[in-house]
């Protein structure tokens, strides 16, 4: 496990300050929540921690090593998108591997944690399943376990639950909860539902 530090970062796009100067301390298996309304800059924080921005100013680092300036598949981070982000002509099993082929792990080993990571969302029954064919709860937990299938040291949720109706939010709400708990990973969840 490791811990999250922010010191600083700050990010503009033009005139606009989308993340003010940030200091924040994450520890090492904590799940941490950010609450905020829409465009506030939950986002765009989320985003410069993962590395798909830059920030203006300031640094990110994962333990003790700074990461500000590398590239996001090299800064052991995974990232649930509010979209989900899921490739719609891929199978799921195709959708998880994609981090573990992007990172040359061998055939038999994406197999086994491919398998792994479907396993530990429930969905171990789903693998050749196409995903314009899943529920959005579905899709949801495909998207956790790519993220999950690549061991990061930090998991990051974007709004994750707010294209799922009510009661699949309140039961994947608490799916996400209980497999953060069993995994131990730091986790960096934003939303702007207060019941969250």
Same mark, same amino acid.
């Given at each position: 496990?490791?811990?999250?530090?922010?010191?600083?970062?700050?990010?503009?796009?033009?005139?606009?300050?989308?993340?003010?100067?940030?200091?924040?301390? &994450? *520890?090492?298996?904590?799940?941490? $929540?950010?609450?905020?309304? =829409?465009?506030? +800059? @939950? !986002?765009?924080?989320?985003?410069?921690?993962?590395?798909?921005?830059?920030?203006?100013?300031?640094?990110?680092?994962?333990?003790?090593?700074?990461?500000?300036?590398?590239?996001?598949?090299?800064?052991?981070?995974?990232?649930?998108?509010?979209?989900?982000?899921?490739?719609?002509?891929?199978?799921?099993?195709?959708?998880?591997?994609?981090?573990?082929?992007?990172?040359?792990?061998?055939?038999?080993? &994406? *197999?086994?944690?491919?398998?792994? $990571?479907?396993?530990?969302? =429930?969905?171990? +029954? @789903? !693998?050749?399943?196409?995903?314009?064919?899943?529920?959005?709860?579905?899709?949801?937990?495909?998207?956790?376990?790519?993220?999950?299938?690549?061991?990061?040291?930090?998991?990051?949720?974007?709004?994750?639950?707010?294209?799922?109706?009510?009661?699949?939010?309140?039961?994947?709400?608490?799916?996400?909860?209980?497999?953060?708990?069993?995994?131990?990973?730091?986790?960096?969840?934003?939303?702007?539902?207060?019941?969250?």
């Amino acid at each position: 496990m490791a811990g999250l530090k922010l010191e600083g970062i700050s990010k503009s796009f033009g005139r606009f300050a989308a993340v003010r100067p940030i200091r924040l301390e &994450i *520890r090492p298996g904590e799940f941490f $929540a950010i609450l905020g309304p =829409s465009g506030c +800059g @939950k !986002s765009t924080l989320l985003r410069m921690i993962a590395g798909y921005e830059q920030p203006d100013a300031g640094r990110v680092f994962l333990g003790e090593s700074d990461i500000t300036s590398l590239r996001p598949q090299d800064r052991g981070i995974g990232m649930v998108f509010q979209n989900y982000a899921l490739f719609p002509h891929m199978t799921v099993f195709e959708n998880v591997a994609f981090g573990l082929r992007a990172r040359k792990v061998s055939g038999g080993s &994406i *197999r086994e944690q491919v398998a792994a $990571a479907l396993e530990s969302v =429930s969905l171990s +029954g @789903k !693998s050749d399943s196409s995903i314009p064919a899943l529920s959005g709860g579905e899709q949801q937990r495909v998207a956790v376990a790519r993220a999950l299938v690549i061991r990061p040291r930090v998991l990051l949720f974007d709004e994750p639950l707010s294209n799922l109706d009510i009661a699949l939010r309140l039961q994947t709400r608490e799916e996400i909860r209980t497999l953060q708990r069993a995994t131990g990973i730091t986790t960096v969840y934003v939303t702007h539902d207060q019941g969250e």
